[in-house]
């Protein structure tokens, strides 16, 4: 076995190393060489003895019909896939895209390697060798973050959305403890002081504290059969309202629904004009739900919105958490989905992952990339990341690994209590795993460790690559805007740009001059993104997004206005269709490629005019 093993790991480096674009054809036809000639695959004794002429080993070998058929279907199986995969590929792809960089090379790379090792692909803390790649993944965002290694809990979930599901379910497990904990006769004196309404509204941290004491008295099991966990969501568990952005409302609210909390205690955060969420409306918000006496079960912060790229304004909301426990002795939970724009913080540390004060930053940005200005309100947002009480990252979206995986950081080792089923009847065979999906990918799991590996987590390493996004994100809405209008066909087209994202999202509307219909320019919008998709087979950096009343409030009015609209079209249509690029390239672009990158765009609207 150690044999197949290590020649499996010589294919997969011999495919990395011809760096050809259809790497994983390539390691699979390796693969079927070494499977079909080894006795992994076709062992020489068999414990039931056959004929030799009904042996499969001996019918591959003799090449008999069995062995060209499987020839035939593997080869047609390979035909399709380079086919699928190589067909009218987008010329945008080597400008703006991650696929063909270093890091992805070495992401693909850890994890064709794990794939080879793991044949049933998955892990559940039973392989010592992906635990210790997790611990070190988890360390470093940790560390990112600002959260003590020693503290703090995390793990790698099989997608972000389970990342933010579990701590969503962390927390309703948690918020019930202190009712629980007065229910119980042998813990009702640790609440014996407090009132209702108190109970409903203590911070975590005292919640925790309280938790530790139920270790102590080893009640901690039975006191947790009386939260929700044991008794289901009852009318005297009113755990409050859960605020989050409205660009995400939809997300949470099929998390309120799952775990049984309803979408009547959700309430969405409005924007502003910039498309952050508005702090003083959510100020006022949180004011009138204490002043009504409901309690607030948290709230949920953005570095980086998936629809915008807009990253909200951070330092407020930790200062809003810190007036109310010293005023109203009112607390709430702060989960921060840094699923955008998390890995962006590299930027702001230094070697020894120390926070570069602003002035310094802004020299060095300066002086390394004029065009990036650094406003007082990012830095403040990304800088104070460790005030919050848990942080959610995916690998995907900072175009490091291209692979479905989500991390969850909890500042708040104790946290992971509130994620394990208590033993009952087994205590030897209690589920000790906190977390909600119970296994991994291993070969996802060996590629972000892979590129954990390249560089550290601060400015001289990743935050190169962060600077290299945004900087072109810059230089292409730069271009964009100072762009002539195209002709087709007598009709006069131009490129607005929707200015709002803080690092590498790039939103903008192909705009017919001289058109006052909002339902004209979406169809043409739409149209030009479903022409790229039937010529791609896939969307490729291109995508389309959608801005409604639901996701973006009235936002979007302005937006309307700078695109010569009607003056009513926003409050008659109430949805906007935008193009939106997402700069993961982690090469340096020059004016030639920025130039490149204008004209596929123009190119794909002309040739979308055609349809």
Request: proline content about 4%; charged content about 25%; glycine content about 4%.
């Amino acid at each position: 076995m150690a044999n197949h093993k290590q020649t499996c790991l010589s294919a997969t480096e011999r495919v990395y190393h011809t760096r050809t674009v259809d790497t994983l054809v390539c390691y699979h036809r390796e693969m079927a060489k070494i499977l079909m000639n080894s006795e992994y695959c076709f062992p020489k004794e068999n414990k039931v003895k056959k004929n030799d002429s009904d042996n499969l080993e001996t019918k591959i070998k003799n090449h008999t019909i069995e062995k060209k058929a499987v020839d035939n279907a593997y080869d047609s199986i390979l035909d399709t896939l380079k086919q699928q995969n190589n067909y009218a590929q987008s010329d945008i792809e080597p400008y703006f895209s991650h696929h063909h960089s270093q890091v992805m090379q070495l992401a693909k790379f850890g994890y064709l390697s794990a794939l080879a090792y793991n044949s049933d692909n998955v892990f559940n803390h039973h392989s010592p060798l992906q635990i210790q790649q997790e611990k070190k993944i988890i360390d470093d965002l940790c560390k990112l973050i600002g959260f003590s290694s020693k503290d703090a809990f995390g793990h790698i979930t099989t997608s972000h959305t389970l990342a933010c599901y579990e701590i969503l379910w962390a927390l309703r497990n948690l918020k019930t403890l202190p009712m629980a904990i007065a229910r119980h006769p042998k813990s009702r004196d640790l609440v014996a002081d407090k009132k209702a309404f108190e109970l409903f509204n203590m911070s975590i941290s005292d919640i925790l504290v309280m938790s530790e004491q139920l270790n102590k008295r080893e009640i901690f099991d039975d006191v947790s059969y009386l939260t929700c966990r044991g008794t289901g969501m009852t009318k005297t568990m009113h755990l409050g309202k859960l605020l989050v952005p409205v660009s995400r409302f939809e997300f949470w609210k099929k998390a309120m629904d799952i775990l049984g909390l309803g979408y009547d205690n959700l309430i969405a955060l409005p924007i502003d004009g910039s498309f952050k969420t508005d702090t003083e409306k959510m100020r006022s918000i949180v004011l009138r739900l204490i002043e009504q006496g409901e309690p607030i079960l948290g709230i949920i912060g953005m570095l980086g919105s998936p629809s915008y790229g807009s990253i909200d304004k951070l330092k407020p909301l930790f200062e809003l958490r810190k007036e109310c426990e010293e005023k109203y002795n009112n607390s709430f939970y702060i989960h921060i989905d840094a699923s955008q724009f998390g890995y962006m913080k590299s930027l702001f540390l230094d070697d020894n992952h120390e926070i570069i004060p602003y002035e310094i930053l802004c020299e060095r940005l300066k002086k390394d990339t004029p065009l990036l200005e650094l406003t007082p309100e990012i830095y403040e947002s990304v800088t104070q990341l460790s005030l919050a009480d848990s942080v959610s990252f995916e690998p995907f979206q900072a175009g490091f690994s291209p692979y479905p995986t989500g991390v969850v950081c909890i500042k708040d080792a104790r946290m992971s209590r509130f994620l394990t089923n208590p033993p009952r009847l087994c205590p030897e065979q209690a589920d000790g795993v906190p977390e909600i999906d119970g296994i991994q990918s291993a070969p996802a799991v060996a590629s972000m460790w892979s590129v954990h590996q390249l560089y550290p987590f601060t400015l001289s390493g990743y935050g190169k690559y962060a600077q290299i996004q945004w900087e072109t994100r810059v230089k292409l809405e730069q271009f964009f805007n100072q762009a002539q209008t195209f002709e087709k066909e007598g009709e006069h087209y131009f490129i607005r740009v929707l200015s709002v994202s803080d690092f590498n999202k790039l939103n903008f509307a192909i705009v017919k001059k001289g058109n006052t219909c909002l339902e004209t320019q979406n169809n043409l919008n739409k149209a030009i993104y479903e022409n790229l998709v039937v010529k791609s087979h896939y969307r490729q950096d291109l995508s389309l997004l959608t801005l409604c009343a639901r996701n973006s409030d009235d936002a979007p009015m302005q937006f309307c206005r700078e695109c010569d609209l009607g003056k009513n079209e926003w409050e008659t249509i109430k949805h906007l269709s935008l193009l939106q690029i997402t700069i993961k390239s982690t090469q340096l672009v020059d004016k030639k490629q920025i130039e490149a990158g204008y004209q596929y765009i123009k190119k794909i609207v002309l040739s979308a005019l055609d349809q």
